[in-house]
């Protein structure tokens, strides 16, 4: 029932931006915590941004202020504006939706958007 559709990854050099898209279906939108996580290869997955049901965020470290989370509920839809976009930043983004005290692994995931930052 629950689908999660990323979009807006692609390639990018260094220094560019990219306005990554989650549109959720089947969840009471309103009432989930969004998350981004990304996951490059032979890496672990790691937490990028979070937003929350009371339109609080977090970020993980790996970000340093670059990136900004932000929701649509009327549109359940997440975004994830990313700047300042590095080498290190190339991997699969992930849509992650889960109920609020439950662990993002006992959510639901989108089957992500690459991104590939590259000269």
């Known amino acids: 029932q629950v689908t999660l559709a990323e979009s807006g990854g692609g390639l990018v050099q260094p220094g560019g931006s990219l306005r990554l898209s989650c549109v959720a279906s089947?969840?009471?939108?309103?009432?989930?915590?969004m998350g981004w996580y990304r996951e490059a290869p032979g890496k672990q997955r790691e937490l990028v941004a979070v937003?929350?049901?009371?339109?609080?965020?977090r970020y993980g470290d790996v970000v340093k202020g670059r990136f900004s989370v932000s929701r649509d509920n009327a549109k359940k839809t997440v975004h994830l504006q990313m700047d300042d976009l590095e080498s290190e930043d190339t991997a699969v983004y992930l849509c992650?939706?889960?109920?609020?005290?439950?662990?993002?692994?006992?959510?639901?995931w989108g089957q992500g958007t690459q991104v590939t930052v590259s000269s």
């Open positions: 937003s929350y049901t009371d339109g609080s965020t």
């Open positions: 089947g969840i009471t939108f309103a009432s989930n915590v």
């Open positions: 992650n939706a889960r109920l609020p005290g439950t662990p993002a692994d006992h959510g639901s």
